[in-house]
């Protein structure tokens, strides 16, 4: 999947300008061999409408209501360099496989016990000083704890409005397009991603 190739199947899906497709373009990511910069738009493009965009909506919708609300983004993978969707849950178990390293057994005992913590006394963070501060999501403010691992830097809170502009774009469009696609096909098709010779299509 070339840049324009992405380009043309963003304009035609979202009825978008150019720019907002040379928004992702623009964003880092790290340098594999056969992910060009057209497969990594087209994944963040993916990422923001079927995850990221929606959660961030939630939780500021909860925290408008006075819910606890603390985002996280997970950030480490112990069996490839991408991290996918559902990457956290053997770290969350604790379930990792015999070939994974110190400081990655160390990050899973950091995101089971924030989830244990949660569910506890209502807050990831507890008492624990070695924590990073934590606060919750509020009005005005969007804390996220990245979970990774300690040679990439280690688990840190992060400012989660870094994204508005994609959001604010992905949001409309979702409450524009997905109620009318929804009704009539039960699904919203989105991209096919090249990935080495096989496809792999992706939809909400």
């Known amino acids: 999947l070339s840049f324009t190739d992405f380009v043309t199947l963003f304009e035609e899906k979202y009825e978008s300008s150019r720019g907002q497709a040379e928004l992702y373009r623009s964003e880092s990511h790290i340098s594999l061999p056969g992910y060009n910069d057209g497969w990594w738009s087209a994944e963040r493009a ?41 990457s956290e849950v053997p770290f969350l178990f604790m379930n990792l496989t015999e070939n994974a ?8 005992e950091e995101v089971a016990m924030s989830w244990y913590r949660f569910a506890a006394s209502g807050h990831p963070g507890g008492h624990d000083r070695r924590w990073p501060h934590w606060p919750g999501w509020q009005s005005g403010e969007a804390p996220i704890l990245k979970f990774q691992v300690a040679s990439k830097g280690g688990t840190q809170v992060i400012d989660g409005k870094q994204r508005d502009r994609q959001c604010t774009f ?35």
């Open 101 to 108: 390293s110190l400081e990655e057994w160390h990050l899973a």
């Open 170 to 204: 992905m949001m409309e469009w979702i409450n524009r397009t997905l109620p009318d696609n929804v009704a009539s096909r039960g699904s919203v098709d989105i991209f096919s991603l090249p990935k080495g010779e096989e496809q792999e299509h992706l939809v909400v």
């Open 46 to 86: 993916v990422t923001d409408q079927n995850f990221f965009c929606p959660s961030h909506f939630a939780w500021q919708s909860l925290a408008a209501m006075g819910s606890p609300v603390f985002g996280y983004l997970f950030a480490s993978s112990s069996d490839s360099p991408i991290v996918h969707h559902f």
